[in-house]
């Protein structure tokens, strides 16, 4: 008898328990051993079958990591089978999680009774594939075609009581299992005996459009809805053979291995800050502007106490406001009752202007104009102002965090800590490690990341640390494009049609052309030896009052908001080519997107070889979560992985024969050709 699938038995009554921690996912021991515990049961004899699990799961799923190797037997289709037709009722007692496999075992039982933290869902479509074990044939007979429909499209997961409402499960109790002992059995067959619901076209149509809308261009949502109208017309039989079918080819699809890989570097990222590290208590935030007020509203919002530090009353008051506006927002959006929203804002934020009777802080993060006089004085005041052991990190996008955080007096407890915006929205967060920063600050960073439930990746120090970086790297090659050929619109509609959220050109307008033009400025790109500069960006700045969105003009013009190519840039454009004596030529979107991406991945590739990132998912989530990278694609990295090196080297080489200053193929992709590496795991421990 497999060790994490237990069986025992009570007076006629067989008790089944999964024990496969963490999670009781449904690996092959776990379906072996419910094969077994079943034979056994029907050797020994029962009147009745209680299934349940361990700890916070009844069964959380599939175990991923399966999912790229062929299925072995039993699979869970068979067990499903089994236990429906099992010749004595088989209850579901659902003591925490049940997702997934989880779910279809469930609905499989005559009864599932399940107590009140259990979770329910199918969230297949998350992955890329679908219920591969009769979920989306037995859930719309049980509960109806509407709310199949939401749960299986969407992969929604829901609480106990939702659950009960829907008619998935028959209980809500304390204890399931003592009452699975008891609990009456419902008149109705079991679930795939059930009629199949009407078919409603129209509940198919919307959820066709919303699926669509929530997540353009994935094949998993639509398949799974095809699958769920197709139990109106098929019997259960035919319907569970297209579903299998479906999901084993859905299995080893570009989109699942993509979605799989994110999953995996989402929890690891996660993970990392769950072990050692300080806590922290009391916070100051120096400069209260968007990003500091959210950073502020963040960390107070985890039961940190902050401090907000400006530089006069008025920017005080206005730090207060940018706060006090953020709680508004959260109290308006249903997130925080009001009273709660005032008790947290009254209790755990003070501001303040300078730096006197400042608490005897743990933590100290910067967030003011981004100059680096600024930032040094910022930090000489912190190191005097707090006590030795805070951990002082400073908030900026481009400067130099080891010239910032130098003649600290203690410069192992300084780093970058890079909020993306709006920061108490975004998920991400770099962790960059300076010169200095010792392991221990790190680590207590990384612990802080978790408690704010961010996904914090590590960075060395660069210019734009990893997200910028890349994406510089990406509008250089971009605008690159531009001078040869193509124009801002067609770059941003090729770009989007690889799934990008949009295009660099409506990002810059929407972010700001002054801002970009600033750093560039800073960064002497004009000028900067071995650069092939392309001054399109900085002529619209300096020639027209086109500063993006907020003008009314930038890239684009904004006809009463709507958003319309510019003749007046295009000429600009066209004009800029002449100017540098090339000839234009046409670009199609393919050739757009192919040198565009592999921008992307050819700097990542960069990162990687200089250690300014220490694994490849990294580079993946930083892109996916910073930068609005299609997480369906898998981030550049694993983009490139899909697409094969030997094909993105070849193309790097081409590009770097025809522009040898703006291309640099990475030895380190040489080398994973040559010795055939998987660029997932570039870094990850054996
Ligand atoms: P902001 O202009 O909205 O806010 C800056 C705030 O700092 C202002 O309230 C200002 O009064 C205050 N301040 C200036 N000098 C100060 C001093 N010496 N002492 C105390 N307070 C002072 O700027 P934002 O957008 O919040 O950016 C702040 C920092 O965060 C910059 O380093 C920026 O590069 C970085 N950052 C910005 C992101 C963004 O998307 N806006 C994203 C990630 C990082």
């Known amino acids: 008898m497999s060790e994490c699938v237990h069986t025992s038995f009570d007076d006629g009554l067989a008790i089944i328990t999964i024990d496969n921690p963490p999670v009781n996912v449904t690996s092959h021991a776990v379906r072996e051993g419910l094969m077994a515990a079943l034979d056994k049961i029907e050797a020994a004899g029962a009147t009745r079958v209680i299934l349940t699990g361990t700890g916070k799961s009844f069964v959380a799923g599939a175990d991923a990591k399966e999912f790229a190797l062929p299925p072995q037997p039993p699979v869970l289709p068979e067990i499903v089978e ?3 037709n099992f010749p004595v009722p088989v209850i579901a007692a659902l003591n925490g999680t049940a997702l997934g496999g989880g779910l279809e075992l469930a609905l499989a039982c005559r009864l599932r009774l399940a107590a009140p933290q259990a979770t329910l869902g199918l969230p297949e479509v998350t992955l890329g594939v679908v219920p591969g074990a009769g979920g989306t044939q037995r859930l719309p007979r049980l509960i ?20 009960e409402r829907l008619g998935l ?13 008891s ?3 419902p008149e109705r067959p079991v679930t795939g005996a059930l009629p199949a619901p009407a078919l409603d076209p129209q509940a198919i149509e919307t959820a066709r459009r919303e699926a669509n809308r929530r997540n353009p261009r994935q094949d998993a949502p639509q398949k799974a809805i095809g699958l769920v109208e197709a139990t109106c017309r098929l019997p259960l039989a035919q319907g569970l053979a297209l579903e299998r079918e479906t999901f084993l080819a859905l299995k080893t699809s570009d989109q699942a291995s993509a979605l799989r890989h994110v999953f995996f570097a989402e929890r690891a990222a996660l993970a990392q800050g769950k072990t050692g590290g300080a806590e922290i208590g009391k916070a100051v935030v120096v400069g209260g502007g968007s990003m500091g007020a959210a950073i502020a ?11 907000v530090v400006e530089t006069d009353t008025a920017s005080r008051e206005r730090a207060r406001a940018n706060v006090a506006k953020l709680y508004a927002e959260s109290v308006k959006r249903g997130k925080m009752n009001a009273e709660a929203a005032a008790a947290e804002e009254a209790t755990r934020l003070r501001f303040q202007s300078g730096y006197d009777a400042l608490p005897a802080a743990d933590l100290a993060i910067e967030a003011v104009f981004e100059d680096m006089d600024v930032k040094r004085q910022v930090f000489t005041a912190l190191d005097a102002a707090l006590p030795q052991s805070a951990i002082l990190a400073t908030n900026t996008s481009f400067l130099d965090v080891n010239r910032i955080g130098d003649g600290l007096s203690n410069p192992s407890r300084f780093l970058g800590l890079h909020f993306f915006s709006p920061a108490h929205v975004m998920k991400l967060l770099e962790v960059v490690r300076g ?12 612990r802080l990341a978790a408690r704010l439930k961010k996904i914090a990746v590590l960075a060395g120090v660069c210019d734009g640390f990893i997200g910028n970086r890349i994406l510089t790297r990406y509008r250089q090659i971009c605008d690159i494009m531009l001078i040869e050929g193509a124009l801002p619109w067609q770059v941003d509609a090729a770009l989007r049609g690889f799934g990008m959220a949009m295009g660099p050109y409506e990002v810059q ?18 000028t900067k030896p071995g650069f092939r500069y392309i001054p399109i960006a900085d002529r619209i700045v300096e020639e027209t009052s086109r500063l993006g969105r907020k003008t009314g003009a930038g890239w684009y013009d904004y ?11 295009d000429s600009l454009v066209i004009g800029e080519s002449a100017r540098a004596g090339i000839t234009r030529r046409p670009f199609d979107d393919d050739e757009i997107v192919r040198r565009a991406i592999t921008a992307m991945s050819e700097e990542g590739f960069h990162i990687l070889e200089e250690g300014i990132a220490a694994k490849s998912a990294d580079i993946d989530l930083v892109m996916i979560h910073g930068y609005a990278f299609p997480r369906w694609r898998g981030g550049p990295i694993h983009y490139a992985g899909r697409v094969g090196l030997p094909e993105i080297l070849h193309r790097i080489e081409a590009y770097a024969a025809a522009d040898p200053l703006s291309w640099k193929v990475p030895d380190l992709l040489r080398r994973a050709v040559r010795e055939g590496v998987d660029p997932d795991s570039f870094g990850e421990q054996p």
């Open 183 to 185: 609990h009456p059995l």
């Open 559 to 569: 006809d009463n908001g709507k958003q319309t190519p510019s003749a007046l840039i």
């Open 297 to 307: 509203y963040a960390l107070a919002g985890t039961g940190i106490e902050v401090t």
């Open 169 to 181: 499960i028959d209980g809500l109790m304390d204890d399931p299992v003592t009452a699975a002992r």
């Open 509 to 526: 307008d929407l972010s700001g052309l002054d801002i970009a033009y600033a750093n560039r400025k800073r960064l002497g790109w004009r």
């Open 82 to 84: 089994r236990i429906e």
């Open 435 to 446: 010169a200095q920063t010792s392991a221990a600050t790190v680590t207590t960073a990384l």
């Open 144 to 163: 109806g075609l509407a709310p199949a429909l939401s749960l299986i499209a969407e992969g929604r997961v829901i609480g106990a009581v939702e659950a």
